[in-house]
């Protein structure tokens, strides 16, 4: 069985792929609020599902990975997404036997808690920016959708036999 | 249960690695000049993923390219070729009048403007992170683009080269609060800059000479000051002129001519002394160089 998990790893590093890819797509800046942020969803939950695999490391190399995409400066998302990761690491057998409504709040407590870092790294950086008290908006977005990643993932989690 | 911290170190120190690993490198990016060439090499290793992430949108173009019809086609055909014949017409008059300039400048021991080469480029992504505003176009340092480089489309100024990679580079947008451009009043030749404001404001006038004479829908172009962007280029529009009920001065606002929000197809510039070495232009006459009054750098 082992054998067979190591066979389809490759399989998270392709969705994790599909999540940069969607959260650097182009978006329509009158609809920017409701913007998901796919590839929070996705590591969270792998995150979750496999903590021995995909951890700390992992979201620092896929922070790394967005920040070369985004042209943000060099290690900024790689700092939120590994507060994240270390979030729901932190807890992940108490996350993960919650109901699926009381993981929501938890995801959108996670997203807000991303996107005020996001908005600190970046005072620190260019000390003056312009803050869009709507943003706040996307991480109900994402409470939303994390009902349908997960069971989308959970699919093909035991599709693929990802143990 | 499988094992679970059992093995590696913990969470915790795992964390604090991660923390002071991307605070390094943020100050690193942020502040040393030479991490600039690291960057480089890591842009140019992910660009082809942005290739990649372009192809839907290629091939949606493509879908609606198949999918008109032969009658669309040719009205299109017939309204483009209408339209080249005009803009055919009105070039003949404008190499006259280039000429007529180019003499009377002569009289008047004016540096001479020279032809700026030109190149299309298409946008593979906008980046919609919102606080900053930055383009990927798909031309990189292998076609000759510079750090610096004015970028426009055929409303006006959209902004300057930002970072470059192999094949890639990046742009910032003239709304970018990062972002400040020297213009002049085409009305009175009135010289200011206007600086970024985030795309979803406009933009807004600083430098403003103490008897400034700007009105609601004057015209602001480049004044090329700078040394950077050509002279002439349209920028903005005034759109509102306040004052201050604090300190009494002006505030101008500005929205840019270019729409920001929807491009797919821009111009690279390359200023006179900057054309990329395959076309060999250099062995023109010596030219009188442009007098700089001013030299001011821009993040």
């Known amino acids: ?163 | 249960m499988k094992l679970l911290f059992s093995r590696g170190t913990p969470l915790g120190l795992r964390l604090v690695i991660a923390l002071i690993l991307s605070t390094v490198l943020m100050i690193c990016d942020s502040h040393y000049q030479t991490f600039r060439k690291i960057r480089f090499y890591l842009d140019t290793a992910i660009s082809p993923l942005h290739f990649i992430s372009n192809t839907p949108h290629v091939a949606f173009d493509n879908l609606m390219e198949m999918s008109k019809t032969r009658e669309q086609l040719m009205e299109d055909n017939t309204a483009l070729r209408n339209e080249l014949l005009i803009k055919h017409n009105d070039l003949l008059l404008l190499e006259h009048l280039k000429h007529e300039n180019q003499r009377l400048r002569e009289l008047l021991g004016s540096p001479l403007r020279r032809d700026e080469y030109k190149m299309a480029a298409q946008v593979l992504l906008t980046n919609s992170n919102p606080y900053s505003y930055q383009l990927v176009i798909n031309k990189g340092a292998k076609d000759g683009v510079y750090v610096g480089q004015p970028v426009i489309d055929e409303k006006g100024i959209i902004g300057q080269i930002f970072a470059t990679a192999e094949t890639t580079s990046r742009a910032i947008l003239v709304c970018d609060t990062q972002h400040a451009i020297p213009v002049k009043v085409l009305r009175n030749d009135m010289s200011m800059v206007a600086v970024g404001n985030g795309c979803s404001n406009n933009l807004i006038l600083d430098f403003l000479p103490n008897n400034v004479d700007v009105k609601v829908g004057d015209e602001l172009v480049t004044s090329g000051l700078d040394g950077r962007f050509p002279e002439g280029y349209p920028v903005a529009t005034v759109v509102s002129v306040d004052i201050d009920p604090h300190s009494a001065n002006l505030i101008v606002q500005a929205s840019p001519t270019a729409d920001l929000k929807r491009l797919r197809y821009l111009l690279l510039l390359w200023g006179e002394d900057r054309f990329p070495s395959s076309t060999n232009q250099k062995d023109e006459t010596e030219r009188t160089p442009p007098v700089k009054l001013e030299e001011k750098q821009y993040e």
């Open chain 1, 1 to 163: 069985m082992n054998n067979r998990a190591a066979h389809n790893r490759w399989i998270i590093w392709l969705l994790l792929l599909v999540g940069i890819l969607l959260q650097i797509m182009p978006w329509s800046s009158t609809i920017y609020m409701i913007k998901p942020n796919w590839l929070l969803l996705i590591l969270v939950y792998w995150t979750l599902a496999l903590p021995n695999c995909i951890g700390i490391a992992m979201a620092f190399f896929i922070g790394i990975v967005l920040d070369l995409f985004s042209g943000t400066v060099l290690g900024g998302h790689a700092f939120a997404l590994s507060i994240i990761a270390y979030l729901s690491l932190f807890k992940f057998q108490l996350i993960r036997n919650l109901a699926i409504w009381q993981q929501l709040l938890i995801i959108i407590l996670l997203s807000i808690c991303y996107d005020l870092l996001l908005f600190f790294i970046e005072i620190l950086i260019n000390h003056s920016i312009t803050m869009i008290p709507m943003l706040f908006l996307s991480s109900i977005v994402n409470g939303i959708l994390w009902p349908w990643v997960f069971l989308l993932m959970r699919q093909i989690r035991r599709h693929f036999w990802i143990y």
